[in-house]
């Protein structure tokens, strides 16, 4: 009894030691080691139309938001995709997975598999408050998040709907970008603040039909848009598929849904195809959203339409007319989400957030802005294959940091797993980028791979490779060719020399590396013809 009595106190004060010790370690842990995650996210913004990767477009366009956090942190120079189309890069980020093992390989199809591993579920379950606001596009319900208010599939620019935790369907006011942001920050201010947070803020913009916010109609109306080297492509020297692409500014960008020149402001001018889309963003705009547009868009439609009639235009100008309303709307819509980088970078400033956060700007692939002559994305070229991978985390990452290890969106669920201090689970395929991002020595990656499963939007086949620092192989296994490039003597991949005999020994190497990343990483049978 005495002995008991003894021991009971101690007992206590023991209990009350560890007690003490797991509240200290679990606020240190709060506080330090489990920093909070913003992931701002946009839909096609190709590098070139961010300043910080100093790009043709960098001095017309600059994105001084994003580029804040360029400076303050990391460019990540080398950040591709493992497959270049929305909803797959979406549900690679959320499971650290190549489309094959995450099940979502095209934006056809069925939902995104919900029950399995995702790198939200995991933090909400290591007591991370966790949040998505805006385009989702995996169809099935978001799981793994506290709170979550996304866009029906693609969503819209202006009045978008916003599909509610409760399944019902809300229609606001506003600008998609601005209405994500401001829907982003109201989940910042209203969260349990006691836990650390995983917020993905993910925009429509720059998303096609590229429409601007009123506020910047006109943006880029005083800038001389420098045109890509290689707007005329005649698809000659590579697979004989890329000259059956419909995604060209030339051929397929639609007059009233792309250029902005609507059905019933031309009288008698008639444009030549393509015009098959009509007007739904506009349709969606009230009778004040309506007015301000035509007001902008109205006389230059009047203008153009004019000259044109007057003949004014060869074929040549008619593309390069295109090409510049293309790259003014696609700019403008930019300017928005460059915006919302910034309100996002200033909450977190006046609450005191910055120090440990770490902010990662992204975008769920490249796109062409009139590279190959083209609009969208898809092939494994790289404009497309490209995604932009901007990080600042004060103190871990070093300001002004530009990495050129080959980085992949496999690699970001790992990131974020590492960074909230929860073990990275085996079955995951990409790597964590905190040892780069804290510029340790580290033996990287030395090829990526790539897969292209979708079944013939703007008629891009099916396409697969690896790609190396200085080359790039792909197969097209639908016409059975190899192409190959020398990335240094031809960035712009105009020439496949695949059957060049200088670089035989080139071509093998990267189709045993390719056979080889296949492999590693449990590709399914490559489709057949
Ligand atoms: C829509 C677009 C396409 C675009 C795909 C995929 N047409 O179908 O131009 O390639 O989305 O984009 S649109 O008329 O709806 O704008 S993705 O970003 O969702 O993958
Ligand atoms: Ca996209």
């Known amino acids: 009894m005495l002995d008991h009595m003894i021991k009971f106190p101690s007992a206590v004060v023991r209990y009350g030691y560890a007690l003490v010790l797991c509240v200290v370690f679990s606020q240190a842990l709060t506080a330090e080691d489990r920093p909070n995650i913003l992931f701002i996210f946009s839909d096609d913004h190709a590098i070139n139309s961010i300043s910080s990767y100093e790009g043709t477009l960098a001095e017309v366009a600059p994105t001084p938001n994003i580029d804040r956090i360029a400076k303050e942190g990391a460019v990540f120079l080398n950040s591709f995709c493992g497959n270049s189309i929305c909803g797959p890069s979406r549900a690679t980020i959320l499971t650290g997975k190549h489309s094959h093992k995450n099940g979502f390989m095209r934006n056809t199809g069925k939902g995104f598999d919900q029950s399995q591993w995702t790198v939200a579920k995991a933090l909400q379950e290591n007591g991370y408050r966790t949040a998505v606001i805006g385009k989702w596009h995996l169809k099935t319900t978001p799981l793994g998040f506290d709170h979550w208010e996304i866009f029906p599939g693609q969503g819209s620019y202006y009045n978008p709907v916003f599909i509610q935790p409760d399944g019902s369907q809300k229609r606001v006011e506003g600008y998609a970008t601005d209405l994500t942001t401001e829907k982003a920050i109201k989940w910042l201010e209203e969260r349990d603040e006691s836990e650390p947070f995983f917020l993905m803020c993910q925009h429509k913009a720059p998303h096609r039909t590229f ?93 153009f339409l004019k000259a044109f009639a007057a003949g004014e235009f060869d074929h040549r100008q008619m593309v390069q007319w295109k090409y510049r309303r293309y790259m003014r709307n696609y700019l403008s819509t930019v300017k928005a989400v460059d915006d919302s980088v910034g309100r996002l970078l200033d909450y977190l400033d006046d609450h005191g957030l910055a120090e440990n956060t770490l902010v990662i700007y992204s975008s769920d692939q490249g796109f062409y802005l009139g590279e190959h002559g083209w609009y969208d994305k898809r092939w494994m070229f790289e404009e497309s294959f490209r995604m932009p991978f901007i990080a600042r985390w004060p103190g871990k990452i070093r300001a002004g940091a530009k990495p050129d290890e ?91 020399v695949h059957d060049d005999p200088k670089y035989a020994s080139v071509m093998s190497e990267l189709r045993e590396e390719f056979k080889r990343l296949r492999e590693h990483y449990e590709a399914p049978p490559l489709p057949k013809r």
């Open 211 to 303: 429409a601007p916010a009123l506020r910047h109609l006109g943006a880029f109306d005083d800038v001389e848009i420098p045109e890509p080297d290689t707007l005329f492509d005649d698809y000659r020297n590579r697979s004989m598929t890329l000259a059956g692409n419909e995604m060209e500014i030339d051929r397929h960008f639609d007059w009233a849904y792309d250029a902005k020149v609507r059905k019933n402001e031309r009288g008698e001018v008639k444009l030549p195809p393509p015009d098959r889309y009509g007007t739904p963003e506009y349709n969606r705009m009230t009778a004040e959203q309506k007015e301000k547009w035509d007001a902008y868009f109205s006389p230059k439609n009047q203008d």
């Open 406 to 496: 080959l980085i992949q969106n496999i690699d970001y669920a790992p990131t974020f797993l590492e960074v909230a201090g929860i073990e990275i689970p085996k079955e995951i395929q990409g790597r964590s980028l905190v040892p780069i991002m804290k510029q340790r020595d580290v033996d990287w990656r030395k090829s990526l791979y790539y897969s292209y499963y979708e079944l013939g939007e703007h008629a891009v086949p099916q396409h697969f490779g690896v790609r190396t620092d200085r080359h790039k192989l792909i197969h097209f296994p639908m016409t059975n060719e190899w192409n190959l490039f020398d990335l240094e003597k031809d960035p712009n991949e105009m020439r496949s």
